[in-house]
């Protein structure tokens, strides 16, 4: 265990101020708090006093030149969160750019349902043959329509507890997910009330800690299997499936590019909804709700011309940014 470190310099009070905020909204920022100890030794060390953020100031302390630009990146986002931080309590200070984001680029292009494909693979699902020896018969159907209705990842469903699944608000609580936050997301009453059903059938005398989706030891279902049924449920719909996909993520794909869709075609503010679907997607940052945005286009090349024109600054150019599962 490390030794507990001794806030010195002028910002000291800011910096705790902030990192207990990020905390209480669910972030870990453990690693982030660390670079944040390191600024406070630089900025004492350094002779610098009262609240003041420069861009020399700030360059100098990100800018190191053995570290790689993957340092460069993180110290960035912190930094710029704090100048961030700092601009919300009335002071004027330098925020730095974040110029050093990795340009990972992804060569799978994101399976797009048909309305009709939907249909016979939900229908394959709910008409499949009862299995004798697991409870894919009673989990499936809600798990894939979860994963439909919601875009939620894959790990984010089966990681799932009966704690998390408030079924009389019909909200999830998704906890400590990719990006080390927590976030609250609403479904449907249609899915609610399959889960709470499901509920009914295989939860009587589980304890809150118990896995929503559990397999028939009651442990959460692997990723693996999940794909393995996919594949079935997809033969059985007559949608073919290759080494490009259909994958189960391209349900999250799915989900965020029919946002987007019925957002443009009733006249939303592109510039003020982008922010919602990137905290609903669990988005640490823009790029990734970027991705969403640019495969809208290509795909509905028709209905994103009619806002291009305005909103072309925030279509990213090139391929695709890769987003994890």
Known sequence: MRAVYQWKSDMANMLQAFLREMKMVGFKYEKQERELEYFDAYYYHSGYSGIRLTKPMVDAFIYVECEKPSTHYKKEIVLSNFACFLQKQGHSVYVPVIKSAPTKRCSHIPYIFTQKELQR?????????????????????????????????????????????????GVLTVRQAKNNKDRLVPVAKSISGRMADLATKIHRFSDATSCFFPNTVQNPIDQSTIYCRFRDYLLMADI??????????????????????????????????????????????????????????????DIISKTEAEFGYIIPEGGFLHEEQ
């Open 121 to 169: 693979f939900f229908t394959a699902i709910d008409s499949y043959p009862i299995a004798k020896y697991n409870n894919r018969n009673t989990v499936d159907p809600v798990l894939f329509r979860l994963l439909y209705g919601t875009g939620l990842r894959v790990s984010e469903a089966l990681n799932l507890q009966l704690r998390d699944v408030n079924l009389e608000e």
């Open 240 to 301: 073919s499936h290759t080494v490009a996909g259909p994958r189960v993520h391209d349900f999250r794909h799915h989900f965020a590019v029919s946002c987007l869709k019925k957002w443009v075609l009733s006249g939303e503010e592109l510039t003020n909804i982008m922010p919602y679907l990137a905290a609903y997607m669990g988005h640490s940052d823009f790029r990734a709700t970027q991705y969403y945005l640019r495969l809208t286009a290509d795909l509905y090349p």
